[in-house]
Nanobody, 125 residues
């Protein structure tokens, strides 16, 4: 079983930056692809970014490409989402998620097996 705990959300002005962290329990973290999704009020959950288990491959939603960076530290069992040039439309609850060990990174929520509780990000205009 994997438990995920997000942190780092908050209120920021447009153009500002935040870094989200996701601490994972379990011995299989280094073997698991990880991702961030987000859900704004009244909208469906959407893909933000994903990273392969070794951190070599990353993929981003078009809406965040060039502004957000996903990374991981397998020694600390932690994945990060650095968010720069934030926009009001980035306002959402951000969720950290993990696949079972030895499964590849994907952009589909249904492929992910473990989810955190989410952290709120609010960007004011």
């Amino acid at each position: 079983q994997v438990q995920l705990v997000e942190s780092g959300g908050g209120l920021v002005q447009a153009g500002g930056s935040l870094r989200l962290s996701c601490a994972a329990s379990g011995r299989t973290f280094s073997s698991s692809a990880m991702a961030w999704f987000r859900q704004a009020p009244g909208k469906e959950r959407e893909f933000v970014a994903t990273i392969s288990n070794g951190g070599v491959r990353t993929y981003y939603a078009d809406s965040v490409q060039g502004r957000f960076t996903i990374s991981r530290d397998n020694a600390k069992n932690t994945v990060y989402l650095q968010m720069n040039s934030l926009k009001p439309e980035d306002t959402a609850v951000y969720y950290c998620t993990a696949r079972r060990a030895f499964s590849g990174a994907t952009m589909l929520a249904r492929d992910y097996d473990y989810w955190g509780q989410g952290t709120q990000v609010t960007v004011s205009s």
